[in-house]
């Protein structure tokens, strides 16, 4: 869908915060800071809204669509339905996604090899990492 911002989102993106980004920069973010999050871009993005059946929404994808693929720019999701890996899913839907508009890439952002919070990206594989200003690809001994 357009990036658009509604509330909706906004009550999901807090319970996401606080659940698992409680000491971050975010966590205090007011509408009108996800709002223009979501809104003041000049670039091509949108949202993708993962629904269930009976319309809850339970996640949300902030996305930039490039010439040769999509930027995974944030995602959010119910903490309830952890265990379900909806970020995974989030990010295996772009790449059916970038499949189908025959796109060669989805890039998911920084990566630090040490994070916790970033780990779950070295799951997804071919992977290639920004080093030093060359592309490579991450050594599947990597963490």
């Known amino acids: 869908m357009p990036a658009r911002a509604t509330t909706d989102q906004y009550v999901l993106f807090r ?3 606080a659940a698992r980004h409680a ?3 975010m966590a205090g973010m007011s509408f ?3 709002r223009s999050m979501v809104e003041d871009t000049p670039i091509d993005t949108f949202v993708v809204e993962f629904r269930t059946p009976d319309d809850h929404l339970t996640g949300v994808s902030l996305v930039d669509r490039l010439g040769d693929g ?3 720019v944030y995602s959010f999701y119910d903490p309830a339905a952890a265990t379900r890996s909806p970020g995974s899913f989030a ?3 772009l790449i059916e996604r970038a499949r189908m508009q025959q796109l060669p890439y989805v890039y998911l952002g920084y ?5 916790n919070k970033m780990s779950y990206k070295s799951n997804f594989r071919p ?3 920004l080093s030093r200003g060359m592309w490579r690809v991450l ?4 963490p």
């Open 139 to 142: 050594d599947t001994a990597e």
């Open 127 to 129: 992977a290639e990492i």
């Open 15 to 17: 319970k996401y915060q």
């Open 23 to 25: 000491d971050g920069d």
């Open 91 to 93: 990010i295996m839907w």
């Open 70 to 72: 999509f930027s995974a």
């Open 111 to 115: 990566w630090i090899a040490r994070s």
């Open 32 to 34: 009108s800071d996800y």
